[in-house]
């Protein structure tokens, strides 16, 4: 099932979701910038990697993770995982604006399959971030266009 599992002092091992993701140093990730691939196998596919890391990096809270795809030998898969109520969630970041407000924010949407590719279960997981309430505009309260469990504030809305 998965790969044997990868021992490097810059990489930290977390168990999410049923997958075991590994969490690289800053330091790893500028080596990986130059060439990405760790053990033999390539992180994501072309410029994906670099995508991932410059998104993070302008993100406060957010991190960089890698997961083994259910198949060996597969390339890595990447994640963003974020810190909600002490517990890492993986996410997919996304620019929104309140249009009551005018806040301005990156959010995290857990409701996608795609961020559970090489868990246990990915649909569980998807039904179960459905179930959860999601995060409204932290300035005037209305309703976000995109569902989100986690937000970072970039211009803070008009208060009425
Ligand atoms: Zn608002």
Known sequence: ???????????????????????PTEELIDALLQDPQLAGRPLGVGRLFG?????????????VALG????PNKPFILYHVVEVGGALRRVVLEGQTCFACGWRGMTGNARDLALYE???????????????????????????????????????????
């Open 1 to 23: 099932m998965s790969s044997t599992e990868l021992v490097h002092p810059q990489l930290s091992r977390v168990f999410l979701d049923g997958q075991r993701l590994y969490l």
């Open 68 to 71: 083994d795809a259910r198949e």
């Open 51 to 63: 995508q991932f890391v410059s998104l993070a990096r302008q993100t406060p809270g957010v991190r």
């Open 118 to 160: 090489g868990s246990e279960d990915p649909l569980g997981h998807v039904r179960a971030a459905l179930e959860e309430p999601s995060l409204a505009c932290p300035t005037c309260g209305v309703a976000l266009t995109r569902a989100c469990i986690w937000l970072h504030s970039v211009a803070p809305g008009a208060e009425r």
